[in-house]
């Protein structure tokens, strides 16, 4: 989920097993959600995007759920792998008159154990 | 592949300098943005830009200034540099609309 204070929270998954990383967004118009990862020393990169007439959308082993009522945003990844490790973004946008701007989440660190 | 191009990958400047961070996109991209990345506080908004010549401050824009003369081309200048703006600067790009594309970052350390 989203972090409080300056540690990252942390989620520790066994390689194999299935993840879920969770997001509080903050604008109950915002209409537009990505999820980015981030591993150690690059930058983000696009993981799946959900409009806000989409409840849910599937990727590759990923699959975004979205809760408009409670403002809630989650993403699983279907067996997890040592690759997966990285920390985890939510990112929401107000797609009109924003200039496309977003806003981001603190992050989920994911570490995956063997 | 697009691409956006962080021309520094690690930069150490002395306080007090005037410090110069370029991002390059190949994309055509419309709008082009500057973040900075601090453990625990995530990214937060420099500066972004909508077209060229154009410039919005963001969430954070004291001691920063942004140029953007071309449309690939978005700059980051720390007009004289600080302990406290060591960090990951993160420049990204994007077409209305559409998420961002992320360059690798530049860790800047001022001493």
């Known amino acids: 989920g989203e972090s409080v204070g300056l540690h990252l929270p942390t989620l520790s998954v066994q390689e194999g097993d299935n993840s879920i990383i969770n997001c509080a967004y903050s604008?109950?118009?915002?209409?537009?959600f990505i999820w980015y990862k981030q591993e150690s020393g690059k930058g983000p990169q696009f993981i799946i995007d959900?409009?806000?007439?989409?409840d849910k959308r599937q990727g590759q082993r990923v699959t975004v759920l979205l809760n408009k009522t409670v403002k809630h945003l989650s993403l699983q990844i279907a067996a997890t792998q040592p690759g997966d490790s990285a920390v985890y973004f939510c990112?929401?946008?107000?797609?009109?008159?924003?200039?496309?701007?977003?806003?981001f989440g603190a992050g989920t660190q994911v570490v995956v154990t063997p | 592949d697009v691409k956006v191009t962080q021309s520094s990958r690690y930069l150490v400047k002395r306080t007090g300098e005037k410090v110069f961070l370029e991002c390059v996109q190949d994309?055509?991209?419309?709008?082009m943005f500057w973040y900075r990345q601090d453990p625990g506080l995530g990214l937060r908004l420099i500066y972004f830009?909508?077209?060229?010549?154009?410039?919005e401050k963001g969430d954070i824009p004291e001691g920063y200034s942004v140029s953007r003369e071309k449309k690939e081309r978005f700059s980051l200048i720390l007009e004289s540099a600080s302990t406290n703006q060591t960090s990951m600067y993160l420049c990204?790009?994007?077409?209305?609309?559409?998420?961002?594309?992320f360059g690798s970052g530049t860790r800047l350390t001022v001493v």
């Open positions: 994309m055509d991209h419309e709008n």
């Open positions: 604008n109950s118009a915002s209409d537009y």
């Open positions: 830009s909508y077209d060229v010549k154009m410039k």
């Open positions: 990204a790009s994007s077409l209305a609309d559409y998420g961002y594309t």
């Open positions: 990112a929401e946008n107000l797609l009109t008159g924003s200039w496309g701007k977003f806003q």
């Open positions: 959900i409009r806000s007439n989409m």
